[in-house]
C-alpha cells in the first residue's frame, strides 16, 4: 500500500471529510464565519454552493463539530441517492433523542418537531445540514423547506444549512433559495492557497514543507483547475511515487507524468506523452495497489 512508504501511518493528503484534515483556507475560514454568525445571529437559513470536489463535504463535518462545540446540536444528513419517504427517519437515527423519546407512539415528523420544541425552550441552537440537496427526492426537498421556512416558535432556533451544486440550483426549492440570508460559495483554490495546503499536510506528518518545488506547486494547480479533491490525489501520488524512487523533491516533470499515469476521466487536463522520452518514474498504479 502507498502509505507503507511514508513516514507516518496517516497520508498526508486524504479525500476523507475528516475535521482534522480540513485545510482552512482564505474561502474556508470565511465560509466558516458565515456558519458561525448564522448560528449566533439565530438565522433560519443558509446556502453552500460548490462544484463537485469543491470540499463541502469537508466544511460540513467540520462545522458541525465546531458548532457542537459551542453547545449547538448539530445533525447532518446527505441526501443524495436517498429514496421517497427514507429522510425523515434516517434525521431522526442522527439526532440524540433519548429512549422514552425515541419509543413513543408519535410520527416521526412530530417527534422531530418536539425535539425542536425542547431545543428551543432550553435556548439551545438546533443545525440541521442536509448535504446535497440539489440530489435528493422531492419529498426531503419539500420537508426542508419547511423546517427552514415554518414560522411556529419551536422553529425558532433552528437553523437549516443545505448544499447544492450550481448546476443544481434550480432543483433546490424556491423557498430555501429565497430564504437563505448568507449564500456560501467556495471558489477554486489558488497557486498560493495550493501551496498552503501541501504545506500544511506535510507539516503534519512531520515533512519537509517544500517537498514540492514551486513549478510543482503551480503544475498542481494548473491540471487539477483548482479543485481540492483532485489536488489531493495528484499531491498523495506524486508523494508516493517520489518515496519509492528514493527522491526528496518533487518538480514539475515529475507531475506531468504522475498526470499521465494517472489519467481519471474527472480530471480536467490532459498532457500529450512527449514523443522518444523515457518515463522517469515507476508506473503510479503499482503503487497504488
Known amino acids: 500500500m502507498v502509505r507503507d512508504v511514508h513516514d507516518s501511518a496517516v497520508p498526508p493528503f486524504s479525500g476523507a471529510p475528516e475535521p482534522e484534515r480540513f485545510h482552512l483556507g482564505p474561502s474556508q475560514e470565511e465560509a466558516l464565519a458565515r456558519l458561525d454568525w448564522l448560528v449566533g445571529e439565530g438565522q433560519r437559513c443558509g446556502l453552500v454552493v460548490a462544484e463537485a470536489g469543491m470540499g463541502k463535504s469537508h466544511l460540513v463535518a467540520t462545522a458541525a463539530r465546531r458548532l457542537g462545540g ?34 413513543e407512539p408519535l410520527g416521526a415528523w412530530l417527534k422531530l418537531e418536539n425535539r425542536l420544541r425542547e431545543n428551543t425552550l432550553l435556548g439551545r441552537p438546533t443545525v440541521l445540514f442536509f448535504d446535497d440537496i440539489d440530489r435528493g427526492p422531492s419529498d426531503a426537498q419539500e420537508g426542508v423547506a419547511r423546517l427552514a421556512t415554518a414560522a411556529e416558535p419551536r422553529f425558532g432556533t433552528t437553523l437549516v444549512v443545505a448544499t447544492a451544486r450550481p448546476a ?13 440570508v448568507v449564500r456560501i460559495e467556495l471558489p477554486a483554490w489558488s497557486e498560493d492557497a495550493v501551496a498552503a495546503f ?66 481519471p476521466d474527472s480530471f480536467t487536463a490532459e498532457v500529450p506523452a512527449r514523443s522518444g522520452e523515457r518515463q522517469r518514474f515507476r508506473p503510479v498504479r503499482r503503487l497504488w495497489g
Request: charged share 25%.
Open 70 to 103: 459551542l453547545a449547538a446540536e448539530v445533525t447532518v444528513l446527505s441526501l443524495a441517492g436517498l429514496a421517497e419517504g427514507e429522510w425523515l427517519e434516517l434525521l431522526l437515527d442522527r439526532i440524540p433523542l433519548d429512549t422514552a423519546s425515541r419509543a
Open 168 to 180: 443544481g440550483l434550480a432543483a433546490v426549492p424556491e423557498a430555501i433559495r429565497r430564504r437563505a
Open 198 to 263: 501541501l504545506a500544511a499536510g506535510l507539516a503534519r506528518v512531520g515533512r519537509p514543507a517544500d517537498v514540492f518545488a514551486p513549478a510543482a506547486v503551480a503544475t498542481i494547480q494548473r491540471f487539477a483547475a483548482g479543485v481540492p479533491d483532485v489536488i489531493g490525489k495528484l499531491a498523495h501520488l506524486a508523494l508516493a511515487a517520489a518515496d519509492a524512487e528514493g527522491l526528496e523533491r518533487i518538480d514539475a516533470a515529475m507531475i506531468e507524468e504522475v498526470w499521465r499515469e494517472l489519467a
